[in-house]
């Protein structure tokens, strides 16, 4: 597991391996894996820190966007039962599929992160470099 596979990027590792496999020099391309090391860790704490934010603030409009998420989907989904014996118009809800499922899988796998208390640990290292 290379670095970027913690930040949800690890399948452009193989690009990122290839190109440095250009560099003919060593160095050149250490230096080089180094500062895309540093860009990654970069990113991760600009996100870090939006996070803190969102988190810390009272209102909706910033810190409600993904419970605001959760509950589009799941009046999607209430709808989209209670249509048929309604006769409500149907709805498509192949968009709301990918959301909901990508935001619960996404959740789960923080949630197992969390109790494991690796991804966080690895994290912590990373930014600290």
């Given at each position: 597991?290379?670095?970027?596979?913690?930040?949800?990027?690890?399948?452009?590792?193989?690009?990122?391996?290839?190109?440095?496999?250009?560099?003919?020099?060593?160095?050149?391309?250490?230096?080089?894996?180094k500062r895309i090391?540093?860009?990654v860790a970069q990113?991760?704490?600009?996100?870090?820190?939006?996070?803190?934010?969102?988190?810390?603030?009272?209102?909706?409009?910033?810190?409600?966007?993904?419970?605001?998420?959760?509950?589009?989907?799941?009046?999607?989904?209430?709808?989209?039962?209670?249509?048929?014996?309604?006769?409500?118009p149907q709805m498509?809800?192949?968009?709301?599929?990918?959301?909901?499922?990508?935001?619960?899988?996404?959740?789960?796998?923080?949630?197992?992160?969390?109790?494991?208390?690796?991804?966080?640990?690895?994290?912590?290292?990373?930014?600290?470099?």
């Amino acid at each position: 597991m290379g670095i970027l596979d913690l930040f949800g990027v690890g399948g452009i590792t193989s690009i990122i391996d290839d190109i440095l496999k250009m560099f003919p020099n060593a160095e050149q391309r250490d230096a080089a894996e180094k500062r895309i090391q540093d860009l990654v860790a970069q990113v991760a704490a600009a996100q870090s820190a939006t996070n803190t934010a969102e988190a810390q603030t009272g209102s909706l409009f910033l810190a409600g966007w993904r419970p605001f998420i959760g509950w589009v989907c799941g009046i999607g989904f209430v709808y989209s039962i209670f249509q048929a014996p309604l006769h409500l118009p149907q709805m498509d809800t192949a968009t709301l599929n990918n959301v909901l499922l990508g935001m619960l899988g996404l959740g789960t796998l923080r949630t197992g992160e969390k109790v494991a208390g690796v991804a966080t640990e690895a994290i912590k290292k990373i930014i600290r470099k």
